[in-house]
């Protein structure tokens, strides 16, 4: 992708919500919160490119997808169009792939104008903006994910006997019944390769109820808080650091749960303290029984090491000493704020 056609791309999504935002709107997003998608959506974020997971599952997203077509059979096209729900225009989906349903039409492509979307409702049944039922999303995952995801239904899929339910996680869950929802499928086929050796396939029914759930919370993040330019309540201490990097030398009254919370943090802060002087104090004598051994066993088993580590620092002062007017040039203020128990 040029740097053009990532602008491009950045630019589409900020009109409006899209599969992989919603995992992130609702709070179920592990990477993302929804301070995030409104910093987004109102160009407020500095874009720093695709990161190498990301990139990588780019990459990978072909040869996923040819794995899926070579194992059940189906034919699998690319579509490169977003997809903008006619009654609430911020409701966009950008799908990566779709079945071809030979039943309906040939070859998988768009429908835009109400013609198109009539002639093929009269042969499904169903309006929607697409000229196929079923979508597929290819996905690549750490292998240290892998317990989130269930067991493959590979041979269910390919013998067309689906007997057992997907699991999968949330986050993908959310942004395939979007994608539904708006497409109006009957569902989706998802394929992953977990650590790079570990292929899974399933399929996800449409489930029109939870479309509806996730549509009305979207509705209300992009209505009272994008358009308004209300950022959303933080959700983590991260958060907070974006919204409120520098304190204003105010006082707060601790009342309810924020005086609960006090007290219990204080509480763990002292327990660490305590905590981390016995761990010294035993570290301490581990050492001192070890003397200069590097390896400590138990029952013939290696338990803990103790090794001569050799790193390289850069020697500020050193470099003050020798160039303190480039010292000065080169040095960089950044804040941030510390939480201390006063007592």
């Known amino acids: 992708m040029t740097n053009e056609q ?6 589409g999504r900020r009109t409006g919500i ?3 935002d919603v995992a992130a709107v609702l709070g179920l997003n592990p990477w993302k919160t929804p301070l995030d998608v409104w910093n987004d959506k109102l160009g407020l974020s500095e874009d720093k490119g695709m990161s190498e997971p990301a990139y990588w599952g780019t990459v990978l997203e072909d040869t996923v997808a040819r794995e899926f077509q070579q194992r059940t059979g189906m034919k699998v096209q690319k579509v490169t169009h977003q997809f903008v ?3 609430c225009d911020w409701m966009i989906a950008n799908i990566d792939r779709a079945i071809i349903n030979r039943e309906i039409a040939k070859k998988v492509r768009p429908l835009l104008d109400v013609e198109e979307i009539e002639r093929y409702a009269n042969i499904t049944g169903v309006e929607r903006p697409i000229n196929t039922d079923i979508a597929f ?3 690549t995952a750490n292998a240290f994910t892998a317990d989130l995801w269930g067991p493959s239904q590979e041979l269910e899929i390919r013998q067309n006997n689906l007997r057992t339910e997907h699991v999968i996680p949330l986050y993908y869950e959310t942004q395939i019944q979007w994608y539904c929802g708006i497409l109006k499928l009957r569902g989706m086929y998802l394929a992953v390769l977990i650590g790079g050796s570990d292929f899974r396939m399933y399929w996800i029914d449409a489930r029109p109820d939870v479309f509806q759930v996730i549509k009305e919370k979207c509705a209300a993040f992009w209505n009272n808080n994008v358009l308004t330019r209300t950022p959303p309540e933080p959700i983590n201490i991260e958060d907070v650091l974006k919204l409120y990097g ?6 707060v009254e601790a009342q309810g749960e924020l005086a609960i919370d006090y007290g219990e943090y204080a509480r763990l802060n002292g327990e660490i303290k305590e905590l981390k002087r016995q761990q010294d104090a035993v570290k301490a004598r581990i050492a001192i029984g070890m003397k200069d051994n590097e390896i400590l066993t138990l029952d013939g088993k290696k338990v803990l090491t103790y090794k001569t580590q050799t790193s390289k620092r850069f020697d500020s002062d050193s470099f003050r000493e020798d160039h303190l007017d480039d010292y000065y040039d080169y ?4 804040s ?3 939480m201390r128990v006063c007592a």
């Open 6 to 11: 990532r602008a491009a791309w950045l630019e």
């Open 18 to 20: 899209g599969g992989s």
């Open 85 to 87: 729900d006619p009654e």
């Open 137 to 139: 999303e290819a996905k």
């Open 246 to 251: 520098k304190s204003n030398g105010k006082a």
């Open 331 to 334: 040095l960089k203020e950044s």
């Open 336 to 338: 941030t704020r510390v």
